[in-house]
């Protein structure tokens, strides 16, 4: 069956320090992965997705076939990047989403 | 141009009563979709409208819950008669077309608490 796991609720780094926000899917086929982001008191919106390849507010993310895992990055946290993250698979054009992680950047 | 409008943004009802939330697409967005977000999960898929029709319905406990989209524009969804587990986020989105390539434009959410 298809699933997105988001193994941590929460992370919790420093100003400066790397992040990254783990994310595992499982899925028969060639995925079409995303990570969407919900700032606060904001909507949810589409961070980047992997067909693109693009970065974005200097995040990135990798498709890991082997490993089955998305995961996003960033070498150097900013405060603003505070925000609920959650990852998401394309399965019959529709979106199958993992449970979210909430990033705190503290400064 | 103007996001995702949805009404109410909260709601307050008692278990067997019943409730309606509303939703206006972008201007354009063919497909129309209703998730629902249960505290500390994802958004999960009720119900996906092309236009007027459904493409997707497999989630939508259907014996309490209905949607429709009858100009292909605006949408409702409502649940009657509401449960207690039916407390929630309700999102509504829109994109131009089905498809990995077309974005979701997310609306701000309807939060309804059932007591």
């Known amino acids: 069956a298809q699933r997105v796991t988001q193994p941590e609720k929460l992370l919790s780094v420093f100003k400066g320090a790397p992040v990254e926000l783990k994310c595992n899917y499982s899925?028969?086929?060639?995925?079409?992965l995303f990570w969407y982001v919900q700032y606060s008191r904001q909507r949810l919106q589409l961070l980047l997705r992997?067909?693109?390849?693009?970065s974005i507010k200097g995040f990135t993310a990798d498709l890991n076939k082997g490993e089955t895992s998305f995961h996003l990055k960033k070498p150097f946290a900013q405060e603003e990047d505070s925000a609920m993250y959650y990852c998401?698979?394309?399965?019959?054009?529709?979106?199958?989403w993992g449970a979210g992680t909430k990033l705190i950047i503290k400064p | 141009e103007a996001g995702v409008a949805q009404s109410p943004r909260y709601k307050i009802i008692e278990k067997r009563q019943s409730v309606a939330f509303w939703c206006n697409p972008i201007?354009?967005?063919?497909?129309l979709y209703w998730y629902q977000q249960i505290l500390g999960q994802g958004p999960k898929l009720l119900i996906q409208?092309?236009?007027?029709?459904?493409?997707?319905d497999s989630q939508l406990p259907k014996d309490r819950f209905s949607a429709e989209r009858l100009k292909g524009v605006d949408s409702t969804l409502k649940i009657q008669p509401a449960k207690l587990e039916d407390s929630a986020v309700y999102l509504c989105?829109?994109?131009?077309?089905?498809?990995?390539?077309?974005?979701?434009?997310f609306g701000p959410g309807t939060r309804l608490t059932v007591t």
């Open positions: 899925y028969s086929g060639s995925p079409e």
């Open positions: 409208f092309q236009n007027n029709g459904v493409v997707d």
């Open positions: 989105a829109s994109s131009f077309a089905v498809g990995v390539n077309y974005e979701q434009y």
């Open positions: 998401a698979l394309s399965s019959n054009y529709q979106l199958i």
């Open positions: 992997h067909i693109s390849r693009e």
């Open positions: 201007s354009g967005h063919a497909t």
